[in-house]
């Protein structure tokens, strides 16, 4: 990993383990993109509800060339599923490759433009 990685657990005790696998994810994403500068992730587990769990809530920061990208995954409330911090970890570095695939297109220039429809002239009566 070339970029700096800054883990920080908030309301849990840190874990190796989860700074491991959050490692991992992060070489991932510099395969990706490789004009990433630095990356900030935020683990958290903000609230004890007495009839789910601790629900995790995980946060992205990735700072690229002119600019940042936020990704954050969280507590939802339809899912037991964020009540392991692998999962929830897992999830949130999902949805930061998908916006850094399209980072990288669009500063490739392989965005889709589409096409207008034609317009026909109606000619007058």
Same mark, same amino acid.
């Given at each position: 990993?070339? *970029?700096?990685?800054?883990? =920080?657990?908030? /309301?849990?005790?840190?874990? $190796?383990?989860? #700074?491991?696998?959050?490692?991992? &994810? ?5 395969? *990706?993109?490789?004009?990433? =500068?630095?990356? /900030?992730?935020?683990?958290? $587990?903000?609230? #004890?509800?007495?009839?789910?769990? &601790? ?71």
């Amino acid at each position: 990993m070339r *970029i700096p990685l800054e883990v =920080t657990f908030r /309301h849990m005790e840190p874990s $190796a383990a989860a #700074e491991a696998r959050i490692a991992e &994810k992060v070489a991932k994403l510099e395969q *990706i993109y490789d004009k990433l =500068t630095r990356c /900030h992730v935020i683990v958290e $587990a903000p609230h #004890e509800h007495h009839r789910q769990g &601790k629900l995790f809530h995980v946060s992205i920061d990735l700072t690229v060339p002119g600019g940042e990208l936020l990704v954050t995954r969280g507590h939802n409330h339809q899912s037991q599923a964020h009540e392991d911090v692998y999962v929830a970890i897992r999830d949130a570095f999902d949805a930061a490759k998908r916006r850094l695939d399209d980072y990288a297109r669009q500063k490739r220039g392989d965005v889709k433009h589409h096409e207008q429809p034609p317009i026909e002239a109606v000619e007058p009566e």
